[in-house]
C-alpha cells in the first residue's frame, strides 16, 4: 500500500472550514484514498474515501488533485466535536477484498473555541 | 448505517486471566474482521485477520497461541487474550466490512473498542 504523509496536529478555529492535507506520492492507479477519525477513546469512524473524483457527504468533502500524488478533507464548518485525530489510508479496495487498513499517525485536528 | 458492537468496553482483571472480547456486525454480514491493538499515544496496529469458518490470519510478530480468534458466525468473532499480563494492557479496536456491498468500495466499520487493563 501507498505510505501517507500528514501533518502531526492543526489547530482550527470554531466554524471555520478545517483543510487537512495528506501527501500519497506512490499512490497507484487502482488505490483509494480513505479518511478515518479517532475521537479520544472510541474507534475509527469513517469519513469519506474516493478514487480521483472529488467526494462529498453529509460529514466532509475530499479533493484529490489531478495527479492523485495528494488529497484535502474540508469539515466545512468546523465544531468541537470534530477535535480528533485523522487518519488518511490509501489502499486497494474491492468489492469482495477482505483488505487490510494499515494507519499512519495521522492528524491530531484540535477545533478552538 | 453499519454498525459494528463490542463487548464488553471495559474490563479490569489480574495477571494470569484470559480475556474475551466479542465483536458483533449488527446489521450487515461479514465473512471477515479485523483486529487492532492501541497502545496510548500510538496509532492502530493490526494483530489479525478473522475470516469466518476458517482459520485467522497473524501479522508478524502477533502470537497466535497467545491471541486467540474464533469467527464462527457471519456476525460473530471473538478475540480471546489468554493468560494476560499486564503488557497486554492496552485498547482492542475490531472492524468488518458488509459481505453484501451496497456500494462499491465500501468501508470497514470499526467497534468503539475494548479497554483491558491487566493488574
Known amino acids: 500500500d501507498a505510505k501517507t504523509t500528514q501533518p502531526t496536529s492543526m489547530d482550527c478555529a470554531e466554524g471555520r472550514a478545517a483543510n487537512l492535507p495528506c501527501n500519497h506520492s506512490t499512490i497507484s492507479g487502482n488505490e483509494y484514498v480513505y479518511w478515518y477519525r479517532q475521537i479520544h477513546s472510541q474507534g475509527p469512524q469513517y469519513i469519506i474515501h474516493?478514487?480521483?473524483n472529488n467526494e462529498t457527504n453529509e460529514m466532509a468533502s475530499l479533493i484529490i488533485t489531478e495527479d492523485r500524488k495528494s488529497s484535502t478533507l474540508i469539515l466545512p464548518h468546523a465544531t468541537l466535536r470534530d477535535t480528533a485525530v485523522y487518519y488518511c489510508?490509501?489502499?486497494?479496495?474491492?468489492?469482495?477484498?477482505?483488505?487490510?487498513?494499515?494507519f499512519g499517525t495521522g492528524t491530531r485536528l484540535t477545533i478552538i473555541p | 448505517g453499519a454498525v459494528v458492537s463490542q463487548h464488553p468496553s471495559w474490563v479490569i482483571c489480574k495477571s494470569g486471566t484470559s480475556v474475551k472480547i466479542e465483536c458483533r456486525s449488527l446489521?450487515?454480514?461479514?465473512?471477515?474482521m479485523f483486529w487492532y491493538r492501541q497502545f496510548p499515544k500510538q496509532s492502530l496496529m493490526l494483530m489479525a485477520t478473522?475470516?469466518?469458518?476458517?482459520?485467522?490470519?497473524?501479522e508478524q510478530g502477533v502470537e497466535k497461541d497467545k491471541f486467540l480468534i474464533n469467527h464462527a458466525s457471519l456476525t460473530l468473532s471473538t478475540l480471546t487474550v489468554t493468560s494476560a499480563h499486564p503488557e497486554d494492557s492496552s485498547f482492542y479496536i475490531c472492524?468488518?466490512?458488509?459481505?453484501?456491498?451496497?456500494?462499491?468500495?465500501?468501508?470497514?466499520?470499526f467497534g468503539d473498542g475494548t479497554r483491558l487493563s491487566i493488574l
Open positions: 474516493g478514487l480521483k
Open positions: 478473522s475470516n469466518e469458518g476458517s482459520k485467522a490470519t497473524y
Open positions: 472492524s468488518a466490512r458488509d459481505l453484501i456491498p451496497r456500494v462499491n468500495n465500501q468501508p470497514q466499520h
Open positions: 489510508i490509501v489502499r486497494v479496495a474491492t468489492s469482495f477484498g477482505n483488505e487490510k487498513l494499515t
Open positions: 446489521d450487515f454480514q461479514a465473512t471477515t
